[in-house]
């Protein structure tokens, strides 16, 4: 992955916009300097399998620019949860504040997001602490929580459209797509499907595997259709 600005300025740019809304302690700057390679590698590897046309130079070469808010909100998720698996809870604390503030969206370093994941102008969705499997994607205003302590389970390469809520005890399979202003609460949901309207009143559409690979903007559903 190449990055769009020298490294030394990428590393200054996330070290002054922790200080300056923050306080940056020596310990700390110490620690993101380790921890920055690591989240970049991450954000690498989550990046690399989406044919975004915004993430790919004319060579085909994975680009990464910390001004483009999607890939820096995501670099941020994985720099938030690399420091709060190497116990530093309150710089995990500060990182995981900053992205929120940057990118409008709610993506706590206590929640395991997929290694595969992709959101489109995620503004005001609010991510729990559901369980993701990967090609997860995301849009505005989408909410995932509790409902009396139990969360959701998502399968591989479920998209949450804007405006969709999924929380208590749903079990979401293998390629659904959660329409635009859909609500679903404690259900189970086949593979498979596209879903409307609000429980316990849901709308089911089966639909053939190829109607959601042919939509996806991943390169293995993609090469599944080759």
């Known amino acids: 992955m190449i990055l769009s600005i020298e490294y030394n300025d990428f ?21 993101l300097a380790l921890l920055v390679p690591k989240a970049l590698l991450r954000t690498a590897n989550c990046l690399k399998e989406n044919i975004n ?3 790919w130079n004319e060579t085909e070469e994975l680009i990464f620019n910390p001004y483009h808010s999607g890939q820096y909100a995501i670099f941020l998720y994985f720099l ?3 420091a709060i ?7 995990a604390d500060k990182i ?11 993506l706590y370093h206590g929640v ?26 995301f849009q505005q205003n989408c909410t995932v929580g509790n409902n009396h302590s139990k969360y959701p389970k998502f399968g591989e390469f479920v998209w949450l459209f804007a405006n969709t809520t999924v929380i208590g005890e ?23 499907t596209i879903v409307f309207g609000r429980s316990p009143n849901l709308i089911l559409k089966s639909k053939p595997i190829e109607y959601f690979h042919n939509a996806s903007p991943f390169k293995i559903h993609q090469k599944k259709e080759c």
């Open 11 to 31: 590393f200054k740019l996330i070290s002054a916009q922790v200080s300056n809304n923050f306080i940056l302690t020596s310990k700390e700057e110490e620690m």
């Open 112 to 137: 395991k997001l997929p290694d595969v994941f992709f959101f489109d102008h995620p503004l005001g969705s609010v991510l729990g602490r559901a369980e993701y499997s990967n090609y997860f994607i």
């Open 53 to 55: 046309k915004y993430y």
């Open 96 to 106: 995981y504040y900053l992205n929120k503030m940057l990118n409008s969206c709610d």
């Open 85 to 91: 698996q190497n116990s530093e809870s309150i710089l």
């Open 80 to 82: 938030s949860r690399s």
């Open 170 to 192: 749903s079990v979401i399979g293998n390629n659904v797509f959660i329409s635009a202003g859909t609500y679903i609460k404690d259900e189970i949901i086949p593979d498979n």
